[in-house]
């Protein structure tokens, strides 16, 4: 089984210009999370999503950030514009959630996407 | 607002010697995780606690969760090269279902 796929790997751009990131969770998993990693430091998580219902963007700096899971499925990150303080690694993850279902809430996470603003 | 105090951030050890990391969360936490990162990768799950002093194993690492669900323990014996990589628990809190991630202790095997 395919695991958490996101994409691009790397991304090196301006400030000021925009940006967007993709991730595609595990098959079945409906709980999808967008985290910022800084170098040194811990995940930091910038929205949660339940299927396409966004439960927890209060980490999410609004005035330029925007994340979207239409179908519950895929989802995309964007930033715009970028600044210099956005360069970080970008994980998301996955995992099939129920507070009464008993189910293990392992986070599966992708690979990341390294930006750079320059 | 709530926060997971991790420790220490950096452990140098030989190869060999033991290793731990201590987390500690100012309120009651529903439960807690425990992930492993490599140098250059990404968060792998290594385990969840659930109840109140708890103690999971796994080989050489064994985990525990505090009485009262506020702290958590990460104790790795007689390290090996393999187990480089920082260490991060993730606590839930029972109010909104946030997790709330401490900051990673790096275990660095000498040379």
């Known amino acids: 089984e395919a695991g958490v796929v996101q994409s691009p790997r790397y991304k090196i751009i301006e400030k000021k210009q925009p940006v967007a990131f993709w991730c595609n969770p595990i098959s079945g998993h409906n709980t999808l999370y967008w985290y910022r990693q800084n170098l040194g430091q811990g995940p930091e998580l910038l929205i949660r999503y339940e299927n396409e219902e966004a439960v927890d963007d209060s980490q999410l700096p609004k005035d330029r950030f925007s994340a979207e899971r239409l179908k519950g499925v895929d989802s995309t990150l964007k930033i715009q514009p970028a600044e210099l303080g956005d360069s970080a690694v970008y994980l998301c993850?996955?995992?099939?959630?129920?507070?009464?279902?008993?189910?293990?809430?392992?986070?599966?996470f992708g690979p990341g996407t390294r930006l750079l603003v320059l | 607002g709530q926060q997971v105090m991790q420790i220490p951030q950096y452990q140098h050890v030989q190869e060999g010697e033991d290793f731990t990391t201590y987390c500690n969360s100012s309120?009651?936490?529903?439960?807690i995780q425990w992930y492993k990162q490599r140098p250059g990768g990404h968060p792998v799950f290594l385990i969840q606690l659930v109840k109140s002093g708890e103690v999971k194993k796994q080989k050489r690492l064994t985990f525990q969760f505090g009485e009262a669900k506020k702290n958590s323990s990460l104790h790795i014996t007689a390290t090996q090269t393999t187990d480089v990589g920082t260490y991060f628990c993730a606590g839930r809190r029972d109010s909104n279902y946030q997790l709330i991630w401490g900051a990673g202790t790096k275990l660095i095997i000498k040379p």
């Open positions: 993850a996955s995992s099939l959630e129920g507070r009464t279902s008993g189910v293990e809430e392992t986070q599966y």
């Open positions: 309120t009651t936490l529903s439960n």
